[in-house]
Every structure is written in structure tokens, then in C-alpha cells.
């Protein structure tokens, strides 16, 4: 299941790719430079959710992209859902409806567009993902894992904890290295490759949909002392953007 879902990526990449204007064999690079993505490949092959939840972070940022242009409540509605899935895969998620949220600030909709996709996506997130919210209540569990990493100020949710008070970037070199270490062609052309768009003429496609989200992923992952290589996986497709470029 981990490995099927985790095919939502290459998909998700080569979409985004076309809705930047990409011809079709550029958007085929970045669904292949994604798809084969060594990180990518061995999480696909573990029963954990990191993979597949790439995978839907892909298609929230295709389907921002198509929101951005078309400008449509239905559209709305289709990236929140997708972040909503991203989110209900593992917690971490929650950082794709920054996403949707960024192509609203450039289209500017009405305020019942805007809370029905909020709401829509969180309820999806609900549903899927947290349904012992409901019957149990938010305190379920609360502090097992904050009191195992002994975090002070930690915020959980799903049995993830995220300590607010940790980032002074002790793990900066170790990740950063092993990141490259696993994906040097994603991880370096990807990264040559936006600051290219970021001074391309084609800014009005969307590329802040492709700029933003990575450049703060990347900070506060590599700045959180709790990190791992992992957490800098919803990089990925943007990334795969740029080096296919």
C-alpha cells in the first residue's frame, strides 16, 4: 500500500509541472527525478507513512497550482481535500495547507470559499486520520510522547510531538549530509535550479507555490534539534521542480 500510494508522487510532480507551463517532457523529468529519489524509494518500501505522504503533498501542490489559475470553488475544495489526506497520513501534513492557503492570498476569494475548503480538508483530516478526536477528546495520550523526548514546551497531535523551545540547529551538518548523501542530483540541482525560477520572468505562474513552502521546510528542519533526514521529505517534488528545469 505504502509503494501504490507513494506513485501519487511522480503524478503529482508532472501536473504541477504542466500547470507552471512546463512542456511535457520537462514535467516527465521532475516525475522521474522525484519518483527515483532514493529516500523517497526506501520509505516506499517501509510501513511507515512518510512516503505516501509525499506523495499527497504533491498532488496539494498541483492541485494549489490548478486553484491558482482557475480560481474556482471546486478547486478550492479539491486542495484543501488533498492537504486534508496529507494531513490525516501523518501529522506533519498539516504543513500542506499552507499550500492552498498561499494560491487563496494570490486569487483573493470570498470568505465562504475559503471556510468551506478550510472546512472540507480539516474534516477529511478528521475523519481519516484523528477520529479517536472525537469520541476520546484532544487529551488522548496527551504528554506520552512530549515526556519521552522530555520537551517542555511540545505541541502533539497523532502521537507526534513538536517542541517549540528546540532550534538551534545541533543536527544542521548531520542532516544536511545524510539529505545529500541520499539525493545529491534532487537535493543540489533542485536547489540550483529554484533560485534559477526565482529569477525566471515566468513569476506570475505560480512560482511562489514552488518557492516559499521548500525554502521554510528546509529552515526549520534543519534548524529543529529533534530532525531527522526525513522530515525534509515534502521537499521532494518541489525540489524535483527545480532540478528538472
Same mark, same amino acid.
Given at each position: 500500500v505504502s509503494a501504490l500510494l507513494t506513485l501519487l508522487l511522480p503524478l503529482g510532480c508532472y501536473r504541477a509541472a504542466r500547470e507552471l507551463g512546463r512542456a511535457?517532457?520537462?514535467?516527465?523529468?521532475?516525475?522521474?527525478?522525484? %519518483?527515483?529519489? +532514493?529516500?523517497?524509494?526506501?520509505? /516506499?518500501?517501509?510501513?511507515?507513512?512518510?512516503?505516501? @505522504? =509525499?506523495g499527497w503533498f504533491a498532488?496539494?501542490?498541483?492541485?494549489?497550482?490548478?486553484?491558482?489559475?482557475?480560481?474556482?470553488?471546486r478547486d478550492a475544495a479539491l486542495a484543501?481535500?488533498?492537504?486534508?489526506?496529507?494531513?490525516a497520513t501523518h501529522p506533519a501534513g498539516a504543513m500542506a495547507f499552507g499550500l492552498p492557503a498561499l494560491a487563496?492570498?494570490?486569487?483573493?476569494?470570498?470568505?465562504?470559499?475559503?471556510? %468551506?475548503?478550510? +472546512?472540507?480538508?480539516?474534516?477529511? /483530516?478528521?475523519?481519516?486520520?484523528?477520529?479517536?478526536? @472525537? =469520541?476520546?477528546?484532544?487529551d488522548t495520550g496527551k504528554g506520552a510522547i512530549a515526556g519521552q523526548l522530555e520537551a517542555v514546551e511540545a505541541e502533539e497531535i497523532g502521537g507526534q510531538a513538536?517542541?517549540?523551545?528546540?532550534?538551534?540547529?545541533?543536527?544542521?551538518?548531520?542532516?544536511?549530509?545524510?539529505?545529500?548523501?541520499?539525493?545529491?542530483?534532487?537535493?543540489?540541482?533542485?536547489?540550483?535550479?529554484?533560485?534559477?525560477?526565482?529569477?525566471s520572468s515566468a513569476r506570475g505562474r505560480g512560482l511562489r507555490l514552488v518557492l516559499?513552502?521548500?525554502?521554510?521546510?528546509?529552515?526549520v528542519f534543519l534548524l529543529y534539534d529533534g530532525s531527522h533526514v526525513r522530515y525534509l521529505l515534502p521537499a521532494t517534488p518541489?525540489?524535483?521542480l527545480g532540478a528538472a528545469r
Open positions: 511535457r517532457g520537462e514535467a516527465a523529468m521532475a516525475a522521474l527525478i522525484a %519518483g527515483s529519489s +532514493l529516500l523517497v524509494v526506501q520509505y /516506499a518500501h517501509t510501513e511507515r507513512p512518510w512516503a505516501p @505522504l =509525499v498532488l496539494t501542490l498541483a492541485a494549489s497550482l490548478r486553484l491558482r489559475r482557475r480560481q474556482r470553488w484543501a481535500i488533498c492537504a486534508g489526506l496529507c494531513t487563496a492570498l494570490a486569487w483573493r476569494p470570498r470568505l465562504h470559499v475559503v471556510i %468551506g475548503g478550510a +472546512l472540507a480538508g480539516l474534516l477529511v /483530516a478528521l475523519l481519516l486520520g484523528y477520529p479517536y478526536l @472525537l =469520541v476520546y477528546g484532544q513538536f517542541d517549540l523551545g528546540r532550534f538551534h540547529g545541533q543536527l544542521l551538518a548531520s542532516v544536511g549530509r545524510s539529505w545529500i548523501g541520499y539525493d545529491p542530483v534532487l537535493v543540489l540541482l533542485g536547489g540550483v535550479g529554484l533560485v534559477v525560477l526565482l529569477r516559499i513552502p521548500p525554502a521554510l521546510i528546509v529552515a518541489f525540489l524535483a
